[in-house]
């Protein structure tokens, strides 16, 4: 029997060796944010201070009061004290600077059709989710299961469970009733967000009907708000299911 090579350092090769430099065109630059080295110049001369100049631009319901706490590495505690909420970033902070009428989010579905809407819009439609999860007894702390296509509910759901304090999760729409089901049962989810179907390479995805396969064994759901997607007949269970 042959024996074995000893082990060697170093064995990996190197394959491919890039030493040139892409530079981008000048109408590039022209509309990129970014335009030239600065910003990583300012981060490099102190670091501390270009984090809390950025993070200044949020807003803050509770200033913070140090930057960084590294002193048990490799665990990092960025903006000790402060707090944030991300939907009020990701909306208010927008329309407080005169950007509601901006357009926000830009949506095309795999049948072709199309929707708009603005700063303004998304904030209509994330505080009246809000005011609903509120409404069906999700607080702060509870968890929220989204099960949706690739629609501007999605983010709309997210952003309205940050509103409020409550845990998302994602599960993606091409997963099983099973998958959905250990997922809610893990973090114990309160309510489901779910739609009629949705459209997947020309055909169309029964989600409520693998969302209800699913919630039959998961004690926790209260409640399950459904999205009008296809228009699909779906089966919509009195007391638990809201459109």
Known sequence: MQKPEPHKENTVDDLLVESRIFKPSEQFISQARIKNNSLFKSAEKDRLAFWAEWAGQLLWSKPWTKILDWSTAPFAKWFIGGKLN???NCLDRHLQ???GKKRAIIWVGEN???RTLTYDDVYQEVNKLANTLKGLGV???DRVAIYLPMIPEAIIS???CARIGAVHTVVFGGFSSE????????CEAKLLITADGGFRRG????LKETADKAVSGCPSIK???VVERTKAPVVMKAGRDHW
């Open 97 to 99: 600077n005169g950007l």
């Open 179 to 186: 998958s959905l089901q250990s997922r809610i049962n893990d």
């Open 139 to 141: 607080h702060k702390g």
């Open 223 to 225: 409640h399950v708000i």
């Open 203 to 206: 055909a169309i995805v029964p």
């Open 86 to 88: 991300a939907s009020v």
């Open 112 to 114: 072709g059709d199309e």
């Open 158 to 160: 997210m952003l309205a």
